[in-house]
């Protein structure tokens, strides 16, 4: 259970083979790739400035993990998320769990991405034409993590 | 009591502080009631602290509620609702 | 929109890279690998067989991404599937989905692969230690399958 | 009427066949009826055609179940419940 926060890019296909260089019995690997996108919310993005609380972004998204590992059967996951400054197309952040089945990898990559984006203390700032903006949070970022505590 | 203090993104940028260290009255001490104390520090303090936009505050890395206690020693953050990922 | 049957192994950090070059509106990116576990139903695996219906492959791979187009909303979608012999840890299947937000591209991975298990023409023999035998099918699938038709 | 058979996996191994082509009597055919004449052929094709096995049938790689019709030149593959993925 690894979690990492660096400016570096990071190989999905890399971590992937960590994954499976260390054990046998991994039947599925779901991984989610967030990028940076060059229109969000109408404006144009020409840059991504992602800044965090260090210290607390590490054990936040240590503390995901433990949650999900609690609730579902996996095997192994991995959180890398990147600060500072990007551009269009460019990967922000990496989950990736692996398990016996597929059903647990799938609920836990996503349950993990819901929970990051509404608890782990990163910021974006855009730059447009207009100038630079601190990205709003999104209420369907909510929406979608309040679903977890109804599902069994 | 001496608390850290950390603000972050826009409040960061609007306070003009990134870190301080603070000594407070020793009394009980809430979140609302920091930022109650700090918003008297004038206009700007109390808009990004006690105004329209929403402000989360973690204790120690843990996030909490307006009504959590602060304590001898603690770090203090306050930020906007996150937008990682 | 591709399918790609293949004895040759995949690298899904290059195929990650190779939505990213085509166009920056990508938010998200979710793969699913499957992977040939050492384990199954209590049985040691040392080798899997991978048998399929050239063809009849292709066209349903095919069907099954169009079927996701038309209910969700996803940029672009990948499937690499190997034949032939593979052992413990091998990658069998790769799935890969793009789409501007998180949510479709998380819903259309894993319909995509819920239908690939029940409907895709492949067939899988295992040897163990006492023997090779053809894997059964799981009942699990057809009702992970049935899930898509009763929701949303 | 004449059509392309293939079999695949446990039946081709069983059937120690993996394709076909075969000529039927002109009159109208499905998938269900073509099982039964194939099992005439003796105890193997019996057991792994109308037997406890799950047996899917394709006609022109489309997935079908036992009342489609079979055409003259079709390609009609018999196989068990798949296992990919």
């Not at chain 1, 999900?68 to 192994?76: S, V, Y």
């Not at chain 2, 918003?39 to 936009?53: H, N």
């Not at chain 2, 890395?61 to 930020?79: M, P, R, T, Y």
Request: proline share 3%; net charge negative; charged share 25%.
């Amino acid at each position: 259970m690894t979690v990492r926060v660096q400016t570096e890019d990071f190989d999905v296909g890399f971590e992937i083979n960590q994954f499976r260089k260390a054990r046998n019995d991994i039947g599925a690997i779901v991984s989610f790739v967030g990028l940076v996108r060059d229109l969000n919310d109408g404006d144009a993005v020409s840059q991504l400035t992602l800044e965090h609380y260090p210290g607390m972004t590490e054990k936040s998204l240590a503390a995901i993990i433990s949650q999900a590992k609690a609730r579902w059967n996996i095997i192994e996951a991995l959180i890398i998320h990147r600060v500072g400054t990007l551009q269009p197309s460019d990967q922000i952040v990496l989950v990736l769990v692996s398990s016996a089945h597929r059903g647990d990898a799938f609920a836990v990559c996503e349950f993990m991405m819901d929970y990051l984006k509404t608890e782990a203390p990163f910021w974006k700032k855009e730059a447009t034409p207009q100038g630079e903006h601190w990205v709003e949070a999104k209420s369907a970022d909510d929406v979608a993590r309040e679903r977890w505590n109804m599902k069994k | 009591m001496k608390i850290k203090l950390f603000y972050f993104a826009r409040l960061k940028e609007a306070l003009k502080y990134s870190t301080e260290d603070l000594e407070l009255p020793d009394e009980s001490m809430t979140v609302l009631k920091l930022k109650a104390y700090l918003a008297k520090r004038g206009d700007v303090w109390g808009q990004m602290l006690m105004g329209k936009l929403k402000v989360r505050a973690a204790i120690n890395h843990e996030l909490v509620d307006d009504n959590a206690a602060i304590a001898d020693g603690d770090e203090v953050a306050f930020f906007p609702p996150v937008t990682g990922g």
